[in-house]
């Protein structure tokens, strides 16, 4: 399913030792202002950037991974079904490469015996609905959440499934950079069925056959910029509508084996990829097929296998990421627990290091965030009174959720074993797979669930969800230089305020604005507030298509929402400190600069460029400023600056 809850960050940046040297804030604000830091700033080993949400979560992760060692070392005291027990026993088996090393390709055998079974393209639905069953996704991604049109009801969602390049346009595209990718994967995935006992012939052979036909869907599927369009993704279909439309896959197979035929409602959020997908099925070799679910099986498990699967992986995550060494294995082990497992940490990261204090301080921020952007939306002058009374009602009923949920996932039914035990790290990961699936399965059909986070406390981020018009600030986010309790207003608004107004901008960016107050996707606009609203997103598009990062430009339809974010973000902050005492405008701006400080490798950039909806750190901070009036007052920018935008043409939204 594509992805409802909109974050506050991915990782991006500018590219190592790019900074120039002393450099006017006039000319280039976030250069200045972070010039020291950039010059003397090196990527860690291991990482392929480094920023303020690198340096936090690697803190919280030495904290949390030095808690959960101290359980290992009296693994033998622990209560056998504790949640300490489940952690020190999953980062056990995590680390046992001796036992890792000895399966294998044996933990997902069975699956790909399963396959190699297959002998007729009409029980393709069945094999398909067992390896869902086995927590494996082939042709669908399952998404059960609430319904965009009655979002107090948890529907069926049927999506693509990811692609082994990650991104479509790499397989259509001719570049320099796609070509290296393209090879850099088919190597990838030579080197898997190698390991799982093909010759290199066949293998060769298999690799090709997955390329292309994942390239023949890719061209099919959406471009990343309409993937976030919730009018374009929101396609329901009967089960009669889609076995009339995509005769050739048994969907009452698939959807009963795998006890989603019991839906009210399923919506498809790319039915040309399901055309394509009903083609291959018609047309198309079932060898290739057969090649393809392998593939996903292999590529989808290699780092729950042997190392020479977790190496292979790596270095073909290389050519995105431009990194050249693991990380070591003891970090790597916390950060697989961490997904896996992260809502029992989170629960020991809230007792061990979350001060009550900070949260009351920044749910009294966010009220008053929220009050300063109604008075702003009432003095808006492009929108009607109806549109106004709309948007004020949207704010008014926005749900704050900070730190932590209120109540804790139970996962008392969980098995996790060592291998000494009997367990595995495959097993242990299907064990938590099987849960959450099976939990997934009873949302279904049932009333949405809104106490529920979808991040946990220790991350680092926050977002906002349009189907539950929420915004959530995870409690790890609640730290210097985002937030400190001690520190002024203007610096604590220029991190954590600028966030704060962040995210509840996204309830009205290109994309949030589409839903009502409920959660709906309702038009609740005036056409006319609609096209004034168009106009001004539009130009913020153009603006942020003339940036230049990695070997490219930045697709300014694709990171409008977050550049909208950002835009008002800043804006509210700026006026609560700027009616406070417009004398700390200063530290606001330079406290908003030091956020977003960033550096990336070259690899990583460009890889950024083509999938995340998040403009670079640098133009995060330089392209919002030159639309602030208050910041050429401040700095006493002129016409010939760097960071000048003339007045007629700085943006102004909300």
């Known amino acids: 399913m594509k992805f409802t809850e909109i974050l506050l960050f991915v990782v991006f940046g500018i590219s190592a030792f790019s900074a120039q040297e002393s450099v006017r804030k006039q000319d280039d604000f976030y250069d200045s202002v972070n010039e020291k830091w950039l010059k003397e700033t090196k990527i860690p080993k291991g990482y392929s950037s480094w920023n303020n949400f690198n340096v936090l979560d690697k803190m ?30 999953f980062y056990i088996s995590v680390l046992d490469y001796k036992n890792r090393d000895k399966d294998g390709i044996k933990p997902v055998k069975y699956l790909l015996d399963e396959v190699n079974k297959l002998s007729d393209k009409r029980e393709m639905a069945t094999l398909a609905a067992y ?45 320099e950079k796609s070509l290296e990718i393209q090879k850099a994967y088919k190597l990838f995935l030579k ?54 439309e995509f005769p050739d896959f048994n969907w009452r197979t698939y959807l009963g084996n795998t006890k989603l035929l019991k839906a009210d409602k399923i919506v498809i959020t790319e039915p040309a990829y399901l055309r394509a997908l009903n083609k291959e099925f018609r047309e198309g070799d079932i060898k290739i097929i057969k090649d393809y679910m392998e593939s996903i099986i292999l590529r989808e498990n290699s780092s729950l296998l042997s190392r020479d699967f977790e190496n292979a992986a790596f270095e073909y ?66 929108m009607s ?7 004020v009602k949207k704010l008014e009923t926005m749900t704050i959720k900070v730190g932590y949920p209120d109540k804790w996932e139970d996962y008392s039914s969980i098995q996790i074993k060592t291998y000494q035990n009997g367990g595995s790290l495959y097993s242990n990961v299907k064990n938590i797979g099987d849960f959450e699936r099976e939990k997934a399965l009873k949302d279904l059909n ?30 790890a986010i609640l730290q210097a230089p985002f937030y400190d309790y001690e520190a002024s207003k203007a610096k604590n608004y220029g991190g954590i305020g600028a966030v704060i107004g962040h ?152």
């Open 503 to 654: 995210e509840i901008t996204h309830a009205f960016d290109d994309e949030g604005s589409k839903f009502d107050e409920m959660g709906n996707l309702k038009d609740w606009w005036t056409r006319e507030d609609r096209k004034n609203y168009e106009k001004r997103t539009e130009a913020l598009a153009k603006q942020y298509s003339r940036y230049k990062s990695g070997d490219g430009k930045l697709n300014g339809k694709l990171t409008l929402g977050e550049n909208i974010a950002d835009l008002g973000g800043v804006s509210v902050a700026l006026e609560i400190v700027n009616n406070e005492n417009s004398d700390n405008l200063e530290e606001f701006f330079e406290a908003y600069a030091v956020i977003w400080r960033n550096l990336v490798t070259k690899e990583r950039e460009s890889y950024l460029v083509k999938i995340d909806p998040h403009s670079p750190g640098r133009y995060r901070v330089n392209g919002i400023l030159t639309n602030i009036d208050d910041f050429y007052k401040v700095y006493n920018v002129r016409s010939s600056d760097g960071m000048y935008t003339k007045p007629e043409d700085r943006i102004k939204i909300w």
């Open 131 to 175: 390896l869902f069953n086995q927590n494996m996704e082939v042709f669908l991604s399952v998404y059960i959440g609430p319904d965009y049109k009655n979002s107090s009801k948890n529907i069926l969602y049927l999506d693509s499934v990811g692609l082994g390049m990650m991104d479509r346009d790499y397989y259509l595209e001719k570049s």
């Open 446 to 475: 049932q009333k949405v669930d809104k106490s529920r986070w979808s991040m946990t406390p220790q991350t680092i981020n926050a977002y906002y969800n349009p189907t539950a018009n929420e915004i959530v600030f995870p409690a």
């Open 385 to 391: 009174e109806a549109s106004k009374k709309q948007a």
């Open 191 to 244: 080197k898997l069925f190698i390991m799982s006992g093909y010759n290199e012939n066949d293998a060769v052979i298999k690799a090709e056959n997955v390329f292309d036909f994942e390239a023949r869907l890719a061209f099919a599927m959406l471009k990343r910029e309409d993937t976030r369009d919730p009018d374009k993704i929101y396609n329901p279909y009967t089960i009669a509508e889609l076995e009339k």
């Open 317 to 382: 995550s290389k050519v995105f990421s431009g990194i050249d060494e693991m990380l070591p294995d003891d970090e790597r082990a916390f950060d697989l627990l961490n997904n896996m497992l992260g809502e029992l940490l989170g629960s020991i990261y809230v007792k061990e290091y979350f001060s009550e204090e900070a949260k009351n301080d920044v749910i009294s921020m966010i009220k008053e965030i929220i009050s300063t952007y109604e008075s702003r939306i009432e003095n808006l002058s492009w």
């Open 60 to 89: 919280v992760s030495d904290n949390l991974r030095g808690i959960v060692e101290e359980n290992v070392k009296k693994r033998n005291t622990l209560k056998n079904g504790s949640n300490e027990q489940k952690l020190a026993d």
